[in-house]
T-cell receptor
């Protein structure tokens, strides 16, 4: 079974703090993704990475950065957390198999910024 | 840019009955993939079913089937013999076959409630 784990299920941080969200996958997948999930908006892509040290901006990268130093780990960084970054954050990984890609999701981190 | 629209924020179905969740999308591409994902309460999101745009035959997975209408850009999910475990948020998603990186574009989601 593919396992995608995220460092915390729930996190409460203060405005202005630097926040790290960690994601680890155990299947040697090349591609990894960070989404945020908000009611009425679905999932929106923040950043993705298709290889170690490679990253690409998604649809809403403002206020976020990422790091991928090892293939299995993809970190999302909020340099200075703000209340509008209160959300559910989902990590996913994928690889090419059977003619297509399939994304596997982590359990999510519910971040509250006060 | 591609967009995915789910016009039903919430749906309800009686146990053992059939329910259909709607999804429409907008794209100028001819080659793409469509997905339905299920997110149970407080649990991980999982893939329910996948449809390749070049295939005319509708995908089926046990009690789950889709009605893919390419010309109408419509991709609905039918759940037959609904079970309590089907209660979840369902997301429709689109992936281009042309772009590198297999990014997904998601709809807003539909909450499905199953009544016993």
């Amino acid at each position: 079974d593919v396992k995608v784990t995220q460092s915390s299920r729930y996190l409460v941080k203060r405005t202005g703090e630097k926040v790290f969200l960690e994601c680890v996958q155990d299947m040697d997948h090349e591609n990894m993704f960070w989404y945020r999930q908000d009611p009425g908006l679905g999932l929106r892509l923040i950043y993705f990475s298709y290889d170690v040290k490679m990253k690409e901006k998604g649809d809403i990268p403002e206020g976020y950065s990422v790091s991928r130093e090892k293939k299995e780990r993809f970190s999302l960084i909020l340099e200075s957390a703000s209340t509008n970054q209160t959300s559910m954050y989902l990590c996913a990984s994928s690889f090419f198999q059977g003619g297509t890609y399939e994304q596997y999701f982590g359990p999510g981190t519910r971040l509250t910024v006060t | 840019a591609q967009t995915v629209t789910q016009s039903q924020p919430e749906m309800s179905v009686q146990e053992a009955e059939t329910v259909t969740l709607s999804c429409t999308y907008d794209t100028s591409e001819s080659d793409y993939y469509l997905f339905w994902y299920k997110q149970p309460p407080s649990r991980q999101m999982i893939l329910v079913i996948r449809q390749e745009a070049y295939k005319q035959q509708n995908a089926t997975e046990n009690r789950f089937s889709v009605n893919f209408q390419k010309a109408a850009k419509s991709f609905s999910l039918k759940i037959s013999d609904s079970q309590l475990g089907d209660a979840a948020m369902y997301f429709c998603a689109y992936r281009s076959a042309m772009e590198y990186g297999n990014k997904l574009v998601f709809g807003a989601g539909t909450i499905l409630r199953v009544k016993s």
